[in-house]
């Protein structure tokens, strides 16, 4: 059981590269969600999504598209990096509804951008 | 991962005593809590949640307790192991069932043989 995967695990951008952080989950999971984690700020949401289809703002979306074309996919696209996207990334997933709780969360993406 | 814990509040505790970390929340219209555990290089794992209704929930050797009085959360872990050492977080989740969590900061909690 795979849960949450990551791809890739490491990047480096140049200013104003634009490039895709992939997230896939085997959970069959209605709602995912992206986090960015700076050190002493904790994870904030950037976007999420209740299901294939809908995607919704969270508090730091700026620079950030997403979409959900599918159930099991929810990838994050930079259109053009700056150097204050530089961060760890989080992908995670969980049932929709308050009967189960637990997020499942990916390994994260360092991001570099210089 | 080991960026993550820079800047944060460190509680320094001896293998085998009690820890309780400490979190206060601003939005009194969340639904419910949880604690995730965040070791160096991983994401975040979870731990315990507590619907907003409740004062107390008790675990594997954890217990969360919320007084909404004071908006506060706590976690207490009996006995601290060596694999306790993490940073953990609480976190909101707000009402309409979409599991949207809002994190506080985090606190690194460091277990000494």
């Known amino acids: 059981n795979a849960g949450v995967t990551q791809t890739p695990k490491f990047q480096v951008l140049k200013t104003g590269q634009s490039m895709t952080l992939q997230c896939a989950q085997d959970?069959?999971?209605?709602?995912m969600s992206w986090y960015r984690q700076d050190p002493g700020m904790g994870l904030r949401l950037i976007h999420y999504s209740v299901g294939a289809g809908i995607t919704d703002q969270g508090e730091v979306p700026n620079g950030y598209n997403v979409s959900r074309s599918t159930t099991e996919d929810f990838p994050l696209r930079l259109l053009s990096a700056a150097p204050s996207q530089t961060s760890v990334y989080f992908c995670a997933s969980s049932w929709h509804g308050t009967e189960n709780t637990e997020a499942f969360f990916g390994q994260g993406t360092r991001l570099t951008v210089v | 991962g080991e960026s993550v814990g820079l800047h944060l509040p460190t509680l320094s505790v001896q293998e085998g005593d009690n820890s309780i970390i400490n979190c206060a929340y601003s939005?009194?219209?969340?639904?419910?809590f949880i604690w995730y555990k965040q070791e160096s290089g991983k994401g975040p794992q979870f731990i315990i949640d507590?619907?907003?209704?409740?004062d107390k929930r008790q675990g594997q050797r954890v217990t969360v307790l919320l007084n909404k009085t004071v908006k506060h959360l706590s976690l207490q872990i009996a006995a601290t192991q060596p694999g306790d050492s993490a940073v953990y977080f609480c976190a909101e989740v707000f009402s309409g069932g979409y599991n949207k969590l809002i994190f506080g900061a985090g606190t690194r909690l460091a277990v000494h043989p």
């Open positions: 959970m069959n999971h209605e709602y």
């Open positions: 507590i619907r907003s209704n409740m």
């Open positions: 939005n009194s219209a969340s639904d419910y």
